[in-house]
């Protein structure tokens, strides 16, 4: 996804934190449970459209990646892979989307996604909506989808709590800020720091940024 280029492409391509987000510091509210992040406001948007869940034809290469674990809970969940997942070359292009999420970690990233090599990312239809969306969502149970789904449309980024630049997202227009954000959605910062470091370490990074790296990648795939 191209950094606040939300009438084109949305969340499937990977997206880019916006910077004004960084300045609003959401906070924690004591006693609160696990955020289920699910929201009406979702389902409406996934009856109109264009939703997070759907990316500009041509652009695939950019969909961010599944790793084997991500891809394994979802097969569990639905009983289906063929036709779901698909191999993609690490491309220039997608590696570089992949800095503008951890923008210093490209040694890393460049180690876990090599120039010869594939990753797994969701099937699209011709049109760009992932295999799973439905008029009224996902279908996929919330434990089973991705992360980069489960996080959308927060983000950490420099160690602190952000959100993506998507203007037509309806949770953005109307939280307004991350931290209108989180209440619309019933969420909380750790809860959203939680799923940020779950994410990080599917994709073979450590949980946190300048943590040692623990595991191969699990997001290569046909090595
Ligand atoms: S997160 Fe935003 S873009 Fe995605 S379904 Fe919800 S309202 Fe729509
Ligand atoms: S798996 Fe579900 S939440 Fe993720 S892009 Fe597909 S439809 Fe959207």
Do not use: K
Request: charged share 20%.
């Amino acid at each position: 996804m191209v950094a606040g280029d939300a009438g084109t492409s949305w969340a499937m391509a990977l997206a880019v934190p916006a910077r004004r987000e960084v300045a609003v510091n959401a906070m924690d509210r004591p006693g609160d449970g696990p955020a289920p992040f699910e929201s009406d406001i979702c389902s409406r948007c996934a009856g109109c459209g264009p939703t997070c869940c759907e990316l500009s034809p041509g652009q695939e290469e950019l969909c961010f990646p599944v790793s084997e674990m991500e891809r394994h809970r979802i097969v569990e969940q639905v009983g289906l892979s063929r036709g779901a997942f698909t191999p993609e070359p690490n491309s220039r292009a997608f590696l570089a989307n992949l800095r503008h999420l951890f923008p210093r970690e490209g040694q890393a990233l460049e180690l876990l996604f090599p120039d010869a090599d594939r990753h797994l990312r969701l099937s699209v239809t011709p049109a760009g909506r992932c295999v799973f969306l439905r008029a009224t969502g996902c279908r996929l149970p919330r434990p089973a989808r991705p992360y980069y789904c489960r996080l959308f449309p927060f983000w950490v980024a420099g160690g602190r709590l952000t959100a993506f630049a998507a203007a037509g997202c309806q949770v953005h227009r109307q939280g307004r800020t991350v931290a209108g954000m989180l209440t619309l959605l019933g969420s909380t910062e750790a809860r959203v720091r939680e799923l940020h470091g779950r994410l990080r370490l599917a994709w073979g990074l450590p949980p946190r940024e300048g943590m040692p790296f623990v595991t191969p990648s699990p997001a290569r795939f046909g090595t």
